[in-house]
DNA sequence: CGAATATATTCGAATAATATAATATTCATC
DNA sequence: GATGAATATTATATTATTCGAATATATTCG
């Protein structure tokens, strides 16, 4: 039991595991929006925002409702947002290191292929 | 910039994503700990247990000390202990769902029981 | 020094996650 | 019922994670 407890915190985490569907967490906390909504802010191809989508889906992160042509969807449950937020807090403690780390991840980007 | 807090978030929750660093981290929540004791509590392979820590310890997440012999890690930062806890939160509250999850996440080797 | 203990690293194979392209579905309107 | 718009799905190539086995590096002790 306090190994399915972590599995499933280990599958959420993994859920949360990348930066588009964050952005799209964060664009749903003030509110839902549309797919196609999401799409704009994020400036992405829709297959991928469709499939980021269908991730946070699976996972139940987000619920999504039919309206008509569209599909809104919106963040289930703002703990969520909080452990976003928790996280945003983590990252300005940590600011320094956190900028070296990034720098790490960060290749210096080479030439487009 | 908001693109590198993303990528920031996404990095750490992907450090977070596998059972075995929540339970080490859980197992360091109390205090620090030497390798082969959270060896010998997670009854898993050294190797195994040592290529975890090395991902905590990329992402800093924990802090380690030697001592003579040994390596004592600890929690970096008490706030991600606190991201654990705000997800057990988030489990109890959905908990029917996140059994069905959980169900369809294990292998069926049900027969027992 | 040499052996023993504690921990880390490297390598390779298996598996999983990702982005793109192409295609499919669903609904509204004509 | 054909067309167009919004969204989802599938297929595939690429890349990243994972584990176990073998090996390496420290450190202590005799």
Redesign the interface.
Known sequence: MQ????????????A????T???IL?LLSSGELSAGALIDKLGMEQANVSQHLAVLRA??LVSNRKAGNQVFYSVR?P??I???N??????H??LK??LS??DA??KPLETAR
């Open positions: 190994d399915s407890l972590r599995r499933f915190k280990a599958d959420i985490f993994q949360l595991a990348h930066p569907r964050i952005a964060e996972k139940q449950d703990i969520i909080e452990v976003l928790l996280m945003r807090t983590y990252f403690a940590h290191e956190s780390m990034l991840i960060e």
